[in-house]
């Protein structure tokens, strides 16, 4: 199984970032995507999740109205669009999949290595 996080960057509060989680053919069987970050010196926390239909979609409270997950069954991605980040968003983020959606790391089988996110003025 193989995840592959991409799309991080360094960007300015209120801007936008798009990241991707590309998901191998072996996890056809998982049906939960989710979004995870971590902050420096803080525990990993999540942000959002979506069932392989997209008809189960959870956030973070402290995402709603910003980010936006979804997913793309012909190219086998998991999209996370982030609108007006704030110095807050800042976090390596991780995607994962599970067979559950859910808020807790430990419903997640599988993760993807992280990429960076900074958003800093």
């Known amino acids: 199984v193989q995840l592959q996080a991409s799309g991080g960057g360094l960007v300015q509060p209120g801007d936008s970032l798009r990241l991707s989680c590309a998901k191998s053919?072996?996890?056809?069987?998982?049906?939960?995507t989710a979004w995870f970050r971590q902050a420096p010196g803080k525990e990993r926390e999540f942000v959002a999740a979506?069932?392989?239909?997209?008809?189960?979609?959870e956030y973070d409270d402290s995402v709603k109205g910003r980010f936006t997950i979804s997913r793309d069954s012909r190219k086998n991605t998991v999209d996370l669009q982030m609108n007006s980040l704030k110095p807050e968003d800042t976090a390596v983020y991780y995607c994962?999949?599970?067979?559950?959606?859910?808020?807790?790391?430990?419903?997640?089988?599988?993760w993807g290595q992280g990429t960076q996110v900074t958003v800093s003025s």
């Open positions: 053919s072996s996890t056809f069987s998982m049906d939960a």
């Open positions: 994962a999949t599970g067979t559950v959606v859910g808020n807790a790391d430990f419903m997640y089988d599988y």
């Open positions: 979506i069932s392989w239909s997209g008809e189960t979609i």
